[in-house]
């Protein structure tokens, strides 16, 4: 099957769903500027994002040191691994008995959505599918074009009410009330519990939380909605702060209800602490979020500058006149412009309009 062309013409939706309709076998390559995806398939159904064998920038690696999976030591112990033996990353994850199959599907499933998540928002590049070109490995996760569409259009569209829920990366969330002990907590937000103490502004807490963005940012919504969180205050930027704790990796989730009574007691601590506190803090100090992470710096820096200029759209309705004009009014660091071998061009949208964000390898 000979199927390539512009984005623009189809989007990732509609390519994926004639994949999955026809029930094809192959590989969907895109491309968009410096950045480049997979997705692999099999029968119709979604089996990969990722390629074969094991890089640095491996989407499945990347995304087990994001959601605190995997230490940077556990991480170069792999690299070590492959580099010796050249074996498959899920292969070297499995036989080195840092996750089990079933740990590792889980894991699979949610590395896949969250691809498909950030896929289905290009609306520029080009496409191809070689059928020739099929996963060599062992499947592990396999997920259905529909419902992994509909679950990833659901998170775009909830993504963009996060955006004016959570505009503000400099407040300060802090413990309202704690649930009844017979409310049922989700994973996520009993990992939340453990790291809201009342001082971590929202960006801290997301570059805490062993979990993807968007997981950190449906649970906050809920906790939110459920009066468990309030918003206390908030910190300006302006000078370091030390950075905040980062949760540690951990091989298995401790068991429901013993975990809901660790968690409650820790929040009811931190809700206690910042109770003493909050009387000699005004939370206006000067403080920046921590740097983020510099793996795949390039679509990394790129991601953030356009999610600054929705947050910027979403606050004033219009694109701001400069990508400097961000940096100015605090919407993200300068660091984030410098991209290392590129430079970024972008003009500015009037009202009604959208922006353009290209990026020109330096000469």
Same mark, same amino acid.
């Given at each position: 099957?000979?199927?390539?062309?512009?984005?623009?013409?189809?989007?990732?939706?509609?390519?994926?769903?004639?994949?999955?309709?026809?029930?094809?076998?192959?590989c969907l390559e895109l491309e968009w500027n410096v950045e480049r995806a997979v997705v692999f398939m099999q029968d119709g159904a979604v089996v990969s994002t990722r390629n074969p064998g094991v890089v640095g920038n491996d989407v499945l690696l990347e995304f087990l040191r994001q959601i605190r999976r995997l230490s940077d030591e556990q991480v170069q112990g792999?690299?070590?691994?492959?580099?010796?033996?050249? !074996?498959?990353?899920?292969? $070297?994850?499995? *036989?080195?008995?840092?996750?089990? &199959? @079933?740990?590792l599907g889980r894991i699979l499933e949610r590395q896949i959505l969250d691809s498909l998540t950030k896929l289905i928002r290009w609306d520029n590049g080009t496409y191809r599918f070689?059928?020739?070109? !099929?996963?060599?490995?062992? $499947?592990?996760? *396999?997920?259905?074009?529909?419902? &992994? @569409?509909?679950e990833a259009s659901r998170r775009v569209d909830e993504h963009k009410r996060?955006?004016?829920?959570?505009k503000d990366p400099y407040q300060v969330l802090g413990i309202r009330d704690l649930p009844d002990p017979d409310v049922e907590l989700s994973d996520e937000e009993r990992e939340l519990f453990g790291i809201i103490d009342g001082q971590r502004t929202l960006n801290q807490i997301v570059e805490a939380a062993p979990l993807t963005e968007y997981e950190c940012f449906e649970a906050l919504d809920r906790m939110l909605r459920e009066h468990w969180l309030e918003v206390i205050g908030r910190q300006d930027p302006g000078v370091h702060a030390p950075k905040p704790t980062i949760a540690t990796p951990r091989r298995a989730r401790a068991p429901g209800l013993a975990?809901?009574?660790?968690?409650?007691?820790?929040?009811?601590?931190?809700?206690?602490?910042?109770?003493?506190?909050?009387?000699?803090?005004?939370f206006r100090q000067n403080i920046v979020p921590p740097p983020s992470r510099q793996d795949g710096v390039v679509s990394s820096r790129v991601r953030d500058v356009r999610y600054a200029l929705e947050l910027y759209h979403r606050d004033r309705g219009v694109y701001p006149?400069?990508?400097?004009?961000?940096?100015?009014?605090?919407?993200?660091?300068?660091?984030?412009l410098r991209v290392p071998g590129f430079r970024l061009v972008y003009r500015g949208g009037g009202p009604g309009e959208r922006y353009t964000l290209q990026l020109t390898p330096e000469r």
């Open positions: 099957m000979s199927l390539q062309g512009n984005l623009r013409d189809f989007s990732v939706t509609e390519i994926l769903q004639l994949l999955g309709t026809q029930k094809k076998t192959g792999v690299l070590s691994i492959q580099k010796e033996s050249n !074996r498959d990353l899920e292969d $070297v994850l499995l *036989k080195g008995r840092y996750l089990d &199959a @079933l740990e070689d059928s020739n070109r !099929r996963w060599p490995g062992v $499947v592990v996760a *396999k997920l259905g074009v529909e419902s &992994a @569409l509909i996060f955006m004016g829920t959570f975990w809901q009574r660790e968690v409650l007691v820790t929040a009811a601590f931190a809700a206690a602490f910042a109770a003493l506190t909050l009387g000699a803090r005004l006149a400069s990508l400097q004009q961000l940096v100015n009014e605090d919407w993200l660091p300068a660091r984030t």
